[in-house]
């Protein structure tokens, strides 16, 4: 499975989780131009939160969260930024969180959900 398939698989898995929990999906892979992208903006009742997928099939680069470095967290944070202000979603409360997934050699998911993961 390449790069790309991977990702959209963790996201797919992370929709589905997200809707088991009641969240209500805005928008998937917005991407704000050269900024970059966030993975899901969805609403959790009045809060609306933007969703980090990470999803890792081998531990050869470390668990999904450690690749939400500072620098990616200050990425997220302009895209985020940059949506609300072309949007004109209600937002009085909003947070970042991230899904950690992992996919065990004998196929096993492992869903890990960082609500207010960073700021």
Avoid: C
Wanted: net charge positive; no cysteine.
């Amino acid at each position: 499975m390449d790069r790309h398939s991977t990702g959209r698989r963790g996201e797919h898995l992370a929709e589905q989780f997200l809707l088991e929990q009641g969240y209500r999906i805005v928008t998937r892979n917005f991407r704000l131009g050269r900024h970059g992208e966030i993975d899901l903006i969805a609403y959790d009742g009045a809060a609306l939160v933007f969703i980090e997928v990470k999803y890792r099939r081998t531990a050869t680069y470390g668990t999904p969260e450690d690749a939400i470095t500072a620098a990616k967290r200050r990425q997220l944070r302009r895209i985020a930024e940059g949506f609300l202000a072309i949007t004109a979603l209600e937002a009085r409360e909003y947070r970042f969180d991230v899904i950690a997934i992992e996919e065990g050699a004998d196929g096993s998911i492992a869903i890990r959900h960082w609500r207010n993961a960073f700021w």
